[in-house]
C-alpha cells in the first residue's frame, strides 16, 4: 500500500547531514559569539563565513571524498571550524587523541592514514622525527597561535606545508556551496585505547551526529534550567574536543545558537579567568579537571555562581560532588565512552523533585544516570538475557542508540566482539534501578582510567616484568581522589632479588616512558611487594579481589 | 573510502520508527501516569500493556501492512495508544478531523480508505446512514464512555462491528513483538481543508515523525523551564488529536515521560478542572480555546499558576496575550500547519533576557517566532529568489525541515505545486527579522481560519452566489476576538433586486449547513451590501485591499 505515498518530484527529502544543524543558527544566531581563550572573538556570522573559508582552502588540496584530515589542537575556534568544514566537505575528521604516548599517537595516524594533517605548532616536537615520506600525509596545515615558524620542523618535507591556518583563510573566499550527499556518510574517527593492544579506531556517520546532537540537545533541554542547557547559556568544553567530539557539545550549542568559549590548552589559571570574564554557564569534565579549577577559585576566594557541569569519564565521588556544590557548582553524572559517541545516560532533575535529603541528592548526582532518549539500555547477564531491574543484579550493559560506533575501523574481530547479540557491549558491569537508574559497579575489561584516559594494565604488566627480579606482577586500579583511577603495581620478587626496591622497578617505567611506549601517567603510584596474588578458579589474576584488597591500603 | 568503514554483522543499524520513542520511558517512567478526564487513570507500564493489546486485537484483523485505520474520537487514553500501536504494528493511522462539515469527514474517509474504523459513540448519528457496504472499511471499533451499544447503529452492517474497545482489550494478551522495518513506512494521514477544492491528504513516516518528536523536545526543552518542557511538567492537550498530530505533543510527552492528561471532549469546566486538580503545566490551542478558559477562570476566580501555553492555529493578538499573562499564563507562539507536522517556529525566551517593557514583550510573543533547529525557513520573492531578513520584505515563507509532508496523497498536481523549487510552499506572506523572527503579514490563498478550523472563502462564495439576487459576492477573513477569523460576504445585488435583506442570504448558507456541504462555522457573521468590489489589475477581487477595508468596518 505505501507505494500510494509518492513525493513530489523535487520535495526535499532532507538527510540528516552535519550542515543541516546549522539552519536555525544561520538564520537567529548570526550575532551571537564564540571566543578563543583571550586571543579571539567573533560572531556566528563570521564563523560560518570561516567554515566556507576551510572548505575552500581543502577544496584546493584535489582530496578525495572519504579522505582523512587528521587534526592535532588544543580546544580552538579552529578545531570547532573543522568539526563542520572536514565533514561537510565529505572529508572524515580524525581527531587525534595527544594524551597518548607518542608511540600511540603514531600508531592513530599511521592506521587512519590522514591525507591532510592539521597541527598545532606546540607539537612540533612530536612530528619532527615522524617519517612524512612513509606518510599517507601529503598536506600539512601549521596552527600558530605563538608566531613559531614551521621552518626546520618537517626536515626535507616541509613542501607539505600549505601554510599557516589564519594565513590561508585570509586569503580564501568566504563562499562555499556545501553539496547534499548520503547521511551515512563517515564524518569523524578517532581511537580508544580502552582495551589491551594497538588503539582501536571507531567512526560516527553524519546521520549518527545529527541524532546524537538533536537527542543531546532534548536530554539536556528537558533539564530544569537550574542544570540543564536554555538560551541564554555560555558554553565551554572542559572534556578536549579530541575526546569523542568533546561531548558532541560543540555541535550542540552550535545548533542551538549559545555563546561558545574554547579554552586552549586547559590551564587553571585560564579556565577560571574564561568562566568568570564570560560568565560560562555549562561545561563538562572529569573530575581531576573538576579538582584543578575548584583549587584555582579556592586560592581565589570566589565562586562558581551556579555553574553547571557535567562529569564524565571517570566516576564522581560523593566527597568531590559534595566539594563542588559547596562552590555553587550545580555538578552531576554523564556517561558514555568512546564507542556511544558518547551520550547514553544523565542524572535526572525535575521541577517538581521529590523531596529527598542532601545526602540522597549528592549520592544521585554520583550516580551513572538515566538513559538518554531513544538508548535501549539493558542488563545482561552471561546467557546474554536481560536481568530485572530491581536495583541488585548485576550484569553487563548493553546498548542499543542511533550513535554507536558500528564496529571498529579495519578490525572486524573487535567490531564482531562489540556487537555480538545485536547489542553493544560496554564492558561494564551494572545494575538498574526499578526508576531506571544505571549504577556501574565493575569493570569487565582488565584496564584503568586516570585523569579520564584509558591505562592497559597489561601492557604496563609486561614492561614490569622485563625487570629480572621480578617473578610475578599485577597491576591494578585503585580509587584515587585526584585522579579516578590511578594504577598500583603488586609484585612478588625472585627468591634471590628480595633485595630490590620500588625505585628499582619504577625505573623499567620510566624508561617505558620516555621511549614513548606509555603515557608518563601509566606509571604505577605505588609498587607493592607481596608474597602472592589472589588468583580465579582458572588460575588466572582475579583482579577484583586485588582492587578489593588494596582499595583500602594504598597511600594514595 | 567509506567503504573501509565496514559495519560488524550484528551491528545494530537503529531504524528510527516510533517504537524507538518508547526506549526511555520504558525504562525510567513506568511509575508514570496517563489520565483520560475523570474517567481513567493508568501507569505507564499499563500503557505500554494496552499497546500491546490494541496490536493483539488488530493483528486478528487480517490487515495487510500499509492498511488505514481510521480513528474518530475525542482526546482520549485510546486515541493516544492508537497513535502508537496502529502504526508500530506497520499500519497507517488516519486521524479523521470531526470538525469538518459531515461531507467532507465522509469525503477523507472514502479518500484514505480504512480498512477499519475507530469511532466514538458520541458519532453515532453522523455515521448512521453512511454506506458502509459501498466502503473500503472491514471492521468497527465502538469506542464508548457512556454505556452506549452500538445496536442498531449500523444497520444491516452490524456484523463489521467487532466489539467495543475497552472490552476487546481485556480479552487481548498484553504481550506483543513489534518488529524493525523500514523508517520511510508511512505512518499517520490526515486530511487539510485549507484551500479550495476537497480536502487534501498529507502522510508522515515514522522517521518524520521521530525527528518531529526529538526536535520538539529539543525546542521546547532549551527553553527555560518557566516557558519550555522540563521533566515535573504535566501535558494536557487543548488542540485536538484530529489536528496535526496534536502538534505532536503526544509523542514528545511519552517521549520525554511526563504525565500526561487527556481531556475528553473540550469544555471549559472540564478543561478548568483539569489543569486545577491534575496541576497541568504545559498545553497548546487556539486562541477560541484560550478565551473559553480564560472565562471559566473568571467566573470560578481562579488563576493559572504560571500555565504554560503555546497558541497556534490562529494569530495571537496582544490584547489576548495581556488578558492571558494577568491570569498567569506564560503565553506564546508557536507556528506551524497540516503539511509540516506541524512544529516550525517558536517564540524565543532566555535565561539572560536582554531588558525590554510589557509591551516589547507581549509583542514578541505575538510574533509567528524563530524557526526551530533543523529549520530551513526563507522568505521567497516572486522569482523564488531568497529575500533578505531586514523586517521589511515580504514574501512568500518557503520551508525545508525533516519532517514535511512529501506530497499530498493521490493528488500529485497540488503535491508539486507545493515543493516548487524544492522548498515547501506555506503560502503566507511573510518577512524576518534580522534576529530570524518571521513575521506573518497575509495569506496568499484565499482561505479563512476561524476557531482554528479552516474555510474555503470560495467555496461559501459560490454557495452565496447561488441565490438569485446575487450579482457578484466576495468572502473574506476579519480579525476576530473570539474566534481568530470569522467570514464576511460583500455582497453586490443584482439592479432588480434590491429589496433582499441579509437574512435571504444567510438561509441559503444555512441551508448548505443542513446538507453537510459546509459546516456551521462556515456561515458569514456579516452580510455586507455594496455597489462595488475592489479589484485586481487582473479583474479579479482584491481580497488583500477588501480585508483592509472591512477590518475596522464590522460589527463582529
Redesign the interface.
Known sequence: ??N???????????P?IIK??L??AK?????QEIIYADKMRMSYADFFKRIAKLANVLDGLNL?????VAVMDWDSHRYLESYFAVPMSQY?IQTVNIRLSPEKILYTINHAKPKVLMVNSEFAPLVKDYQFENSSIEHIIWLDDNGVSYEGVFGGNESRVIGEYEALLEQASDEFEFQDFDEN??AS?FYTSGTTGDPKGV?FSHRQLV?HT??E??????????Q??????VYMPMTPMFHVHAWGFPFTAT??GLKQVYPGRYAPDTLMDLILNEKV?ITHCVPTILQMVLGEAHKRGVDFAGLKMIIGGSRLTEGLAKAALASNIEVYTGYGMSETAPLISLS??????PEMSEEEDISRRCMTG????????QIWNDSDKALP?DGKQTGELVL???W?T??Y??N?DA??E???????HTADIAY?T???TIKITDRLKDVIKSGGEWISSLEIETILSLHPSVADVAVIGVRDEKWGERPIAAIILKPNHKDTTADDIKAVAEQAVEKGMIPKYGVPSEFKFVDELPKTSVGKHDKKAMRELFADQTGI
Chains 1, 2 share one sequence.
Open positions: 500500500m505505501s500510494h505515498y509518492s513525493s513530489a518530484p523535487s520535495a526535499y527529502a532532507y540528516l543541516q544543524l539552519n536555525r538564520t537567529v544566531s548570526t550575532e578525495a571524498h572519504g579522505d582523512v572524515v556518510t563517515i574517527t567512526f541524532l538533536l537527542t540537545a532534548a536530554s539536556l533541554g528537558v533539564l530544569p534550567s537550574k540543564g542547557v536554555s538560551f541564554g547559556d545548533m542551538i554557564s535526572k532533575f525535575s521541577t517538581a523533585e538515566n538513559p538518554v532518549m531513544m538508548v535501549d539500555a531491574h542499543r542508540a542511533p554507536l558500528q564496529s575501523f579495519k572486524d567490531g564482531r562489540l556487537w555480538e547479540g545485536g547489542y553493544m538498574m526499578p526508576a531506571g
